[in-house]
T-cell receptor
């Protein structure tokens, strides 16, 4: 299995531009998570999906952020318009669900976003 | 929701056992303890998890105290590649739609 795939790996954009980050979860996993990591705030959960349905988006910082999961093998995180404070590493993770509800998350390599 | 407390940093000599502590004094009876690590510039990596019994896999051992208020992750023979930030996590929420919240973790430095 190739693991969780994210693209692009690096993105540099100017303030005000739209940014789309992409994720392909591990086949067969029911959950998909988007995280953001910065030096100041650490690793923050933004949103997660179960069977393609958004379950909790309380971590999404503001309306400029949106996430979709049109099918079980693809998700996007969009920032429109982007701002310099959005600069961070964005991770996607997927997870199966165990028989007792315990599960582990498998993370992708991340997308390093720089907004100038 | 249960919170965890970890020392911010630790050193360990290469080849020796690394013992990483975690306090989770408010853990509930149905909450699991998870450990992840993040090597520089990579995504976090799942290591191990447990409920109340000690667990061991090819990467590490997890020792959970009888009262479940604390645990220790043991890397039996630390190598330089084990230098990473280690996160101790307790599941939050009361439904099957649980999410994992990462704290600041412990930065482990394995020294030659």
């Amino acid at each position: 299995d190739a693991g969780v795939i994210q693209s692009p790996r690096h993105e540099v954009t100017e303030m005000g531009q739209e940014v789309t980050l992409r994720c392909k979860p591990i086949s067969g996993h029911d959950y998909l998570f988007w995280y953001r990591q910065t030096m100041m705030r650490g690793l923050e959960l933004l949103i997660y999906f179960n069977n393609n349905v958004p379950i909790d988006d309380s971590g999404m910082p503001e309306d400029r952020f949106s996430a979709k999961m049109p099918n079980a093998s693809f998700s996007t995180l969009k920032i429109q318009p982007s701002e310099p404070r959005d600069s961070a590493v964005y991770f996607c993770a997927s997870s199966p669900i165990g028989g007792t509800g315990a599960y582990e998350q498998y993370f992708g390599p991340g997308t390093r976003l720089t907004v100038t | 929701d249960a919170k965890t407390t970890q020392p911010p940093s630790m050193d360990c000599a290469e080849g020796r056992a690394a013992n990483l502590p975690c306090n989770h004094s408010t853990i509930s009876g149905n909450e699991y303890v998870y450990w992840y690590r993040q090597i520089h510039s990579q995504g976090p990596q799942y290591i191990i998890h447990g409920l109340k019994n000690n667990e061991t896999n090819e990467m590490a051992s997890l020792i959970i105290t009888e009262d479940r208020k604390s645990s220790t992750l043991i890397l039996p023979h630390a190598t330089l590649r084990d230098t990473a930030v280690y996160y101790c996590i307790v599941r939050v929420g009361k439904t099957s739609y649980d999410k994992v919240i990462f704290g600041p973790g412990t930065s482990l430095s394995v020294i030659p």
